[in-house]
C-alpha cells in the first residue's frame, strides 16, 4: 500500500500516471527558460537547494550539476522511491517522503527552495509558506513555478477543467504574503504525437482533453507559466 505523507494535496496527474508525467517532463520547456530565470535571481551554485514536490526527481540531477547539495521532498511514498532510485549514485541528493507543510529539515539549512507546478496554489499553502520561512536562510531564496491560467490556450483549458480556480484571488493571496512575480513563456515539445495526446489527457478533463488536441496540430504547444519568488 503506498504511503501518503499526512496533509498532502493528491496531484491527480503524476500520482495516478507517472509514465505519462514523465513524458510531461522531458517536453516541457526544451530551452531551460524557467530555470535561467531562476538562477538569475538567485544562482545556486555550491547552495544547498529543496525541490519540494520532486515527484519522481526529473529535476534533481540537473540541479545536482551545480549545487553542494539537493534534497527533493515528495509526499508520495512510491514517486519518493522511483526519485531514490533516479539519483542513486548522485553524491549530495537525498528524497525525503514528506509533505510541504511539514519539512524534515532544520531551521535555516536551505538556501534555494523551489516547486514546480506543486503545492503552492494560492489560498491554503500558508502551513508551507510557514516552513519555507522556517527552512530558507538568510540571503536564500524560495521560487514557485506554475500555469499561469489567465493566458493561452493552455490557461483556457486548464479553466475549463477547474472551473473554481480564480486566478485574481490567487494573485492578491501572492501579494498579500509579499512575493513577487514575472510571466514564463514556456513551451512543450514533443517527439511523439501520441506522447502529446496522452500528456494532455491527463492535464484536462476527458472533453476538454479531446478539445485541446483538436485544437493543437503538430508536436509543440505553448505553455504561458508564472515565476513567483521571495528573498529572505
Known sequence: MTRIAKGAIPSPNIWNTPQIYELENRAVDPDGAADAAMRALRPWDGATVLDIGCGTGFHLPVLAREAARVIGVEPHGDLAALARRRCAGLPGVSVHAAAAQDLPLPDASV????ARWAYFFGPGCEPGLRELSRVVRRGGAAFVVDLDATRGSFG???SRTVPAYAPREVE????????Q???LDLRMVFQRRADLEAVLRIEFAPEVAEQAIAETPGLELPYPNVLRWRYF
Open 172 to 179: 492578491a493571496f501572492w501579494q498579500r504574503h509579499g512575493w
Open 111 to 114: 538556501d534555494v527552495a523551489m
Open 156 to 158: 483556457r483549458w486548464f
Open 181 to 183: 512575480r514575472r510571466e
